[in-house]
């Protein structure tokens, strides 16, 4: 400028910028290509047009996947996520190790945390059905709700709706392995399960 060396063209400073015009200056690409952030070399966000696939939090989401249309929002939401697709996990360690399941929708911290190959699951609140590995189709709402529900006998099959904190949980013991088609609706609602099928409660601590 005549007494200092300054930047050239509209680069953006580490120390924030001044006199931006959002219609003309933005942080992005002008070509149809991925935008991704690293902290520490570990993929902490992506946005991505050609698979649909979009996550924001250090961890969440690989590189690798092949699935499409997943979201995943939170640390390490969706970190082992491979071919599955569809999914949608909100919340830190959401559907963590979910590897090849589709079509889940996670709402809270460790929310369908083991859960690999299951798929069509709906889980709202801290560790709802937090260990369920295979089961599909189940509605867990409720912090810890179905946390222990696994169906490990039938793994294709879930059909459980619980509403209510700790419905359905099976934990410590027993886990709800083989019951389907419970209704369990209100706080400890058939919280110790393990293998009846049908019920409906309503009501707390209805077939506790």
Do not use: C
Not at 12 to 38: C, E, R
Not at 67 to 78: M, Q, S, V
């Amino acid at each position: 400028n005549g007494t200092k060396w300054e930047k050239a063209g509209g680069g953006w400073s580490l120390n924030g910028n001044s006199g931006t015009n959002p219609a003309t200056h933005f942080m992005g690409t002008s070509d149809n290509q991925d935008i991704v952030f690293k902290r520490n070399n570990q993929l902490s966000a992506l946005l991505n047009n050609a698979s649909s696939n979009t996550s924001f939090g250090v961890g969440s989401f690989n590189l690798t996947t092949t699935g499409t249309g997943n979201t995943a929002i939170g640390k390490d939401a969706l970190f082992s996520i491979q071919t599955g697709g569809n999914n949608t996990a909100i919340g830190g360690q959401n559907q963590y190790i979910t590897t090849t399941g589709s079509q889940n929708t996670g709402l809270g911290h460790s929310a369908l945390f083991q859960n690999t190959s299951g798929g069509d699951n709906i889980a709202i609140g801290v560790a709802s059905l937090g260990y369920n590995s295979a089961g599909s189709s189940g509605i867990a709402i409720g912090s810890w709700a179905m946390f222990q529900a696994n169906n490990t006998t039938i793994p294709f099959l879930n059909t459980n709706i619980a509403i209510g904190s700790w419905s359905l949980a099976g934990s410590p013991t027993p886990a709800n392995n083989t019951g389907l088609g419970n209704n369990g609706i209100g706080f400890f609602a058939l919280r110790n399960n393990s293998s009846g099928s049908r019920n409906n409660t309503l009501g707390t601590e209805t077939l506790f």
